[in-house]
């Protein structure tokens, strides 16, 4: 199993098996993925279908377009320190 040290200033060299296998070069972004024993690390490319299951495990059940708007205008409202009135 490849393995890595990190230095001082959190920096890691991931073995080149891994960057082969994740298909990783100069200037690739992952993003680190918490699953139940760890983390898993994805690959981001350009473009919407390497968002497919991103985001999978991250929520309990779905949420409705309702309750994403509320949430957006409650974190834009905090942002701004207006206070959200109900109609």
């Not at 082969?20 to 690739?28: E, I, K, N, Q």
């Not at 350009?46 to 999978?56: D, N, P, Q, V, Y």
């Not at 059940?61 to 834009?76: F, L, Y």
Request: glycine content about 10%; proline content about 3%; overall charge positive.
């Amino acid at each position: 199993m490849p393995t890595a040290t990190m230095t001082s200033k959190g920096q890691i060299t991931v073995p080149q098996s891994v960057r082969a296998a994740l298909g990783l070069h100069a200037g690739t972004k992952v993003d680190f993925v918490q699953v139940a024993d760890g983390y898993k690390v994805v690959a981001l490319q350009a473009g919407t279908t390497s968002l497919k299951g991103r985001f999978a495990g991250r929520a309990s059940k779905p949420v409705s377009i309702e309750q994403m708007d509320e949430a957006i205008a409650a974190e834009t409202a905090a942002r701004h320190g207006r206070v959200k009135r109900k109609s």
